[in-house]
């Protein structure tokens, strides 16, 4: 083997070195501005939360306790940490800036909405 493709094997197994074993993630703490459920009986506004949410390329985990209690949503539209759009079955999650804004329609309990403003410290 010549010296120049000992060097472009090594530049190749040192740039596969360099790969980050774990996709970066972030996260942000939420506080809720809007809860709101409705119903075919009619609808009801809950007590705001706060929650904290991991955010990475792939997905969206939500802390332990409250409505979201370790709930994950995958990513569908991933521009930065700060701008992306989370979705499921029956979910949308929409995100930017700080901005949290959550709905969820199911055809037996209703729909969600949910509004937060999120903060990374």
């Not at 979201?68 to 992306?84: E, Y």
């Amino acid at each position: 083997m010549d010296k120049y493709t000992k060097a472009v094997l090594a530049v190749i197994a040192l740039s596969v070195l360099a790969l980050p074993a774990k996709a970066e993630e972030k996260v942000w703490y939420c506080e809720m501005t809007g809860f709101a459920h409705t119903t075919i009986e009619g609808d009801k506004t809950y007590k705001n939360e706060t929650f904290k949410i991991k955010v990475s390329a792939l997905e969206v985990v939500f802390g332990s306790g409250g409505y979201f209690d370790n709930t994950k949503m995958p990513i569908a539209n991933w521009l930065d940490d700060g701008r992306w759009k989370a979705t499921d079955d029956t979910s949308v999650l929409m995100f930017k800036g700080g901005e949290f804004n959550y709905g969820q329609a199911t055809t037996n309990m209703g729909s969600v909405a949910v509004t937060a403003r999120c903060d990374d410290f």
